[in-house]
């Protein structure tokens, strides 16, 4: 969904926790989110999405072949020029039982339990050909984001209630080389520049630059992603691809980050890549021990070592995934690490086509998550509870099992496990606002399920349920014991 946001990491953790952690030391008051009131916020929200499902289901009647012509298009020339229209609307609600372990009043300074969130995005794209098959490219957007209904988990509403945000998203035009260079792939060269996010890999290092929530709205959708500027040059011929770019964030923080580098990959035929990449942070308002000016090197790859292999049929769609960074600070700090490993295998000719995977991801205390963001459930949001609202990624360890299945063609349904524990709890201590010390490194395990249901081209509909148990340092940080129950019922239309 690219509708995840990855720098509210850096405004919940260091920027606003004012904002975040109110009443500490006030009475809590006793809440108590029974079974009725789970289902009465579930009955809620499977009418919300009922209603947007019959308001949106025309759209079905525009979606004919996969070819077929947006319906929002104004203009249409030759050479694939085009004008056009577009939108994209999300609606989500959410409903939980016991949050923060039952002391969600204590922890935020209200009680969250059920809140919704929405986004309207409108706007025009358009591209113009040129000799030699050139192209000029350009896009403009806005984002009207809402949060209603209650305080959201991450309690960024606390102190405004009710919120509605009206903000440019996209503001971008590029240009690409066509046939301009005879001897290399067309559009061999692509630049552009504007409010855009710059993107790399699975988005383990780099998705977001922008950040929703608090004033802005829809912490959970986010739609704000665009840097505030971003000059980003692409090349790319044969396997062989490299990127520069320059960017300053549009963070909440305001901190006038700012991130420059390369990044280099070569894609081997059928069975996997390996790149990565060399980046310059630099920040006017560093929060200690994490955001400080510093260069980054990332070194990343997958590999189907038996993709291409005739006699060993069953181990084709084996496949091993890795990320290593390496944060190098000034001033003397603490470098900072952050890595994963995966592997995962799906049998292809059963039905439902089950695929398992198992990973293993590790940040130390001093990483700095930087602007990592959504690419699929469970990456980088490593749950929907804690990866969503209480634990980003640093300080953190986390092993991951997935078992995804395709029921049909439109459906696909994902479950998975997460067992979470800390670096350093005295770190952790250090660097959150904790009901009392945290002595203990085993945090959290928690389960989800996620279906996804592609009713046509243009409308999706998302069902999540998740639910976390809490290990002796989820119960020194938060006060409370209680297992955390959350459920989001989801849609999004897309022209």
């Known amino acids: ?136 490219y350009g896009r403009l957007d806005a984002v009207q984001a809402n949060t209603f209904g209650g305080i959201d988990a991450g309690g960024t509403n606390v102190a405004l209630g009710d919120v509605s945000n009206l903000r440019l998203q996209n503001a971008a035009v590029g240009w690409r080389s066509g046939t301009l260079f005879r001897t290399l792939d067309e559009d061999f060269l692509d630049i552009s520049f504007g409010r855009q996010p710059y993107s790399v890999g699975n988005k383990f290092l ?39 770019f320059y960017l300053k964030t549009d963070d909440r923080a305001n901190s006038n980050t700012r991130a420059g580098g390369t990044t280099l990959e070569y894609a081997f035929e059928k069975m996997g890549t390996v790149g990565g990449g060399i980046y310059a942070i630099k920040t006017d308002k560093p929060a200690r021990p994490v955001r400080e000016p510093m260069t980054a090197f990332d070194f990343r790859g997958s590999l189907q070592p038996f993709a291409q292999s005739a006699g060993l049929a069953a181990l084709h769609p084996l496949k091993f995934e890795a990320e290593y960074v390496y944060e190098d600070k000034e001033d003397g700090l603490p470098a900072g690490k952050g890595w994963y490993l995966a592997a995962s295998y799906q049998w ?46 640093s300080n953190l360890h986390a092993n991951m099992l997935r078992l995804k299945v395709q029921p049909f063609e439109p459906l696909t349904v994902s479950l998975f496990y ?69 459920m989001m019922l989801a849609g999004c239309v897309k022209f």
């Open 1 to 136: 969904m690219e509708s995840r946001q990855a720098m509210n990491n850096f405004n919940n953790k260091f920027g606003n926790q004012d904002d975040l952690v109110t009443g500490l030391t006030t009475t809590p008051k006793k809440e108590d989110p029974s079974l009725n009131v789970l289902l009465k916020n579930f009955g809620k929200a499977a009418l919300a999405t009922v209603f947007l499902l019959a308001s949106l289901l025309a759209a079905d009647s525009l979606a004919t072949e996969t070819d077929a012509a947006n319906p929002l298009r104004l203009y249409q020339g030759e050479g694939d020029r085009y004008l056009q229209a577009t939108l994209q609307a999300d609606l989500a609600v959410f409903a939980q039982g016991h949050s923060y372990f039952g002391n969600s009043r204590e922890v935020l300074g209200k009680t969250s339990d059920s809140w919704g969130e929405s986004l309207l995005r409108p706007g025009i794209e358009g591209r113009y050909t040129l000799p030699r098959y050139q192209k000029m």
């Open 206 to 244: 780099f998705s977001s630059q922008g950040g929703g929530g608090y004033d802005r709205a829809a912490y959970y959708l986010g739609g704000r992603r665009a840097a505030e500027y971003a000059g980003i040059v692409r090349m790319k011929t044969g396997g062989w691809g490299t990127d520069l």
């Open 348 to 393: 292809r000719e059963i039905p439902c086509k089950p695929e398992l995977t198992y990973r293993y991801a590790s940040f130390d205390a001093q990483y700095d998550t930087l602007f990592y963001g959504f690419s699929d459930w469970g990456s980088w949001f490593q749950g929907e509870i804690l990866g969503e609202y209480v634990l980003w990624n």
């Open 418 to 486: 997460f067992h979470f524990t800390l670096d350093d709890a005295a770190a952790f201590t250090r660097d959150n606002m904790t009901i009392s010390p945290v002595t203990s490194t085993d945090y959290t395990d928690e389960l989800n399920l996620a279906i996804d249901w592609a009713v046509n081209p243009h409308l999706t509909l998302s069902l999540v349920g998740a639910y976390a148990l809490p290990d002796e340092g989820a119960v020194q940080h938060t006060g409370g014991n209680e297992n955390w129950s959350y």
